[in-house]
């Protein structure tokens, strides 16, 4: 059984989208992701696996869970707790008549600034089965501060459908992605991290390989 919240929340005159859902029983997840103009800004992720297997007492047990993280990211997102990037300022964000987010251009872009450093901290233990967790923290080049407000974009280069996962930096410069991985198609594989915060950039790339397919036995 699957449950799930969704909420329009207006900081200012900011529109934010939140969505939380139970993503299932095979992954146990409650997956709550904060979108602005279509962009993911902030995603959290929380596991139930004590739930399991489920029954009428834990689906009730599990319904409050999904509801208490959505409601906790909205206290925070209204609080304050949880920081949006600078630039989503009152006024920069109009939402279109029929209540859907609309797309929004920066209008004024920051003073340009140093390269930014993108590291994978869990580079070994990443990916699980088919499901990719990448802990990642964003560094100032000149100086290895953290950078938070980051941007932090994923993407498999080579996978047979297009997809991009991203999230924001909190206070210690950290971001975590989470995915499912998708189909590689071609022999050229890789997986890109990037992350941006105004006019800086940083990218890191790992070079992938399909598993050999094991021939049928005749």
Not at 35 to 56: E, N, Q
Not at 174 to 188: N, R
Request: charged share 20%; glycine share 8%.
């Amino acid at each position: 059984m699957r449950f799930g919240h969704n909420s329009n929340v207006t900081i200012g005159e900011v529109l934010y989208h939140v969505q939380t859902e139970d993503r299932g029983a095979t992954h146990a997840l409650i997956d709550t992701t904060v979108y602005y103009g279509g962009r993911v800004l902030h995603r959290r992720t929380s596991k139930y696996t004590d739930l399991l297997p489920l029954d009428a007492t834990r689906e009730q047990r599990l319904e409050h869970r999904v509801s208490r993280q959505h409601h906790t990211v909205i206290q925070e997102l209204r609080s304050g707790t949880l920081q949006m990037p600078q630039h989503l300022a009152p006024g920069a964000a109009p939402s279109s008549g029929d209540g859907k987010l609309a797309a929004v251009t920066d209008a004024a872009k920051p003073a340009q600034s140093d390269a930014i450093l993108v590291e994978l901290m869990n580079a070994r233990n990443w990916l699980a089965g088919k499901r990719a967790t990448l802990q990642v923290l964003v560094r100032q080049k000149h100086n290895s501060s953290v950078v938070a407000g980051a941007e932090v974009m994923a993407r498999i280069d080579g996978a047979a459908e297009h997809a991009q996962f991203s999230a924001q930096t909190g206070a210690q410069g950290q971001a975590q992605i989470e995915f499912d991985m998708p189909k590689l198609a071609g022999g050229d594989c890789a997986l890109v991290i990037e992350a941006k915060r105004g006019a800086a950039r940083g990218q890191l790339r790992f070079q992938l390989r399909a598993k050999p397919k094991v021939p049928a036995a005749g």
